[in-house]
């Protein structure tokens, strides 16, 4: 009856990423964006650059006139004056002339390329040119970077230092993001004290609630800490109604047997609803899924590492969800296995490794150890996946390395 | 005389990472430690798991007593009892004995492994245990995770999620940590205007003071605009003054000859020291790196891309050194280049890629582009680094991705 609910980690994946929600929007100054997720694709309303400037120091010309230059002859051309930059170009350059510009300046009306500085001598009312350029050469052309009414960046998108830049281009100062999800975190188990306390004999620190809620605020949310429940149905359901009003709920806890009872018991209690209960996973298997109130609620196992593996591998996913971050595109790296990695047919495993690089290459260890272990963990670089229609991997595969957020 | 102090990249960062740095620290609650920098190694008191655990739901027994357990010819032991959850295990196995355990139960006295509940049948007064078990199986040895002693974590970490559960699981609340560096930015060119402002014909926004600073405040750093300076040695000077608080100042602009000369007086001025004027990379030759008032400072290239390249392979080096940050490994990927990639023999140069998994591996793509094009950099997934002594990479290389931070 235990894992009557239990699920394979792809139909997990797919449960909890069709979960309906009903996400909210604010609008901030892009000076504190970062991180967040765009609400509205950004439409450029202006042309970047608004005109055509200058790449280099050095003379605006027509290409033409000075094609062939070379030290040995040079191209005579006639000094029309000096564009400063900032300043608007109201020079016009004409077969003959040329035009004094700065890195970043306006290029003169007539001119189509730029020589550089090093490449001319200065002669009185004159400058020699010592080199051919070709059209276009050292000028960045109105629009060259942005055009007007082109979509920059996509709805959903989670902003980056260098997206910064974008609006600041285009002199957007304000954004409609998504959002913080508010994420309701307990921890529960007769075993767990809080950290402040000493264990006495047979009792643990409460670990989960650190690593859970670093993770997940980490992924963008806000979390608040509600407390440590008992094993009992009154504790936990108590707690429980304290979360009502988040975005999502995590409860952690509930490795043996008893203790998932009590979970899913007052779920049900409170006119919740089990989704899953057991993914067809390694390490996490006994995870719980379900909804209360409307909103999405985890059972995270309790043992640490299981706990911290389900967060990035399941929980996270919701947490980008709640963000709208719809544009998530994982960073990972290949390497090349350098041990066997055992593993048990029909379920989806995640073994820990690290990444380092030597003169062959990427290469991939396994970090093994008991499911229980937290210095694993902190001993490993990311994860890969080991498929649930596999017996494991074999030295010497190229795999795929997830690196821990 | 211009790059008279002109650089090679392998120079330039030897010389910034040897900037000599006065740190401090300060103490925080392990909560709020998330992305900082251990200020001491993190020497375990305690031992972790502090005592064995059980890592299922079943019987603790003997190994030697169920030996040769199958299906067909269980063993039988009596039971002595339930160890629950967070209890001290008052109950000693002597041979024949077992007693119920589960999850992150305590492991009694006298038992050496644990039979899953599953592999077990309960009778009156005993249980059959239907499969044999290895010594140890089961059990998470106390001390097996962390021993009392050993250095957990080293001075100058990073703090991830995963070490918060390191911290938690030894019971310490508070750790020193490095101080964050404050840093001061200041944009500079007579061509720039606020983002808030509509720019007049030749004119820009100021698109580095957003990027600069989000680069650097994501590397760990708080950072504090000083203002727009114009193209003038007052103008630069008061800036500077007002910086001198600061842990490093970072002035962008100057790409061209005359701004940069308005810079370099300025620091020089104020009885600040030129340590390099250029370095030969591709984009941001134009770099300026010196001490003022015994900080770093940093004259970033004005053009928006070389800035934010500058800042990403320069300036984010001293950000970590700034905050004790010596354990550092960045996270790259490998992959194949799908075109050529010239390059000037001399010049260290950054071009900005693309890296997609494809069914034939990751494949690195460059996104061509003219340096001051900063839209490049939003559709860039990181660098590659083509080294000085090379004239280019050829389609069909493996090469090292660098992630935007």
Do not use: W
């Not at 609008?27 to 650059?49: F, K, M, N, W």
């Not at 009003?245 to 979970?263: A, H, N, Q, V």
């Not at 609803?273 to 298997?285: C, L, M, Q, T």
């Amino acid at each position: 009856m235990e894992f009557l609910k239990s699920t394979t980690a792809k139909e997990a994946r797919q449960i909890i990423q069709a979960f309906p929600l009903n996400l909210k929007t604010e609008t901030i100054r892009i000076d504190v964006a970062q991180g967040r997720v765009l609400a509205e694709a950004l439409i450029a309303a202006d042309t970047i650059p608004p005109f055509s400037r200058s790449l280099v120091d050095g003379y605006a010309v027509k290409a033409k006139d000075v094609q062939g230059a070379k030290e040995t002859s040079p191209a005579f051309l006639n000094l029309k004056g000096e564009i400063r930059i900032g300043e608007e170009a109201l020079i016009t350059i004409s077969a003959g002339d040329c035009a004094y510009v700065s890195t970043g300046s306006m290029v003169p009306q007539g001119s189509d390329a730029v020589v550089m500085q090093e490449q001319t001598r200065r002669v009185p009312d004159a400058v020699e040119i010592t080199k051919t350029v070709f059209q276009g050469e050292n000028i960045c052309y109105a629009g060259e970077d942005i055009q007007k009414g082109t979509t920059v960046l996509q709805k959903g998108k989670r902003i980056t230092p260098l997206d910064a830049g974008v609006f600041a281009a285009l002199g957007v100062t304000s954004i409609p993001v998504f959002i913080k999800p508010k994420i309701a975190l307990i921890s529960s188990g007769d075993e767990i004290v809080s950290i402040d306390e000493t264990p006495s004999t047979g009792k643990v620190h409460d670990i989960n609630r650190y690593t859970v809620s670093a993770l997940v605020q980490e992924g963008g949310a806000q979390v608040t800490f509600l407390g440590l429940a008992r094993d009992s149905i009154s504790d936990i359901t108590e707690k429980l109604l304290l979360a009502q009003d988040y975005d999502m709920i995590l409860i952690s806890g509930g490795s043996s047997k008893g203790e998932r009872d009590f979970i899913t018991a007052s779920i049900e209690k409170l006119g919740g609803e089990i989704i899953f209960h057991g993914i067809n996973i390694k390490p996490g298997k006994p995870t719980i899924f379900g909804k209360l109130c409307g909103k999405p609620i985890f059972g995270l196992p309790g043992h640490p590492s299981s706990c911290a593996m389900v967060t990035v591998c399941f929980v996270l996913l919701l947490v980008r969800s709640l963000q709208g971050d719809t544009e998530y595109e994982e960073k990972t790296a290949e390497g090349v296995l350098t041990a066997n990695v055992p593993s048990s047919y029909g379920i989806e495993e995640y073994p820990r490794v690290t990444l380092k690089k030597t003169g062959e290459g990427y290469r991939v260890t396994p970090v093994f150890s008991k499911s229980a272990l937290i210095s694993s963990l902190v001993r490993a670089d990311g994860y890969i996946m080991v498929p649930e229609g596999t017996e494991g991997l074999e030295k010497g595969e190229t795999v795929e390395v997830h690196f821990f957020a």
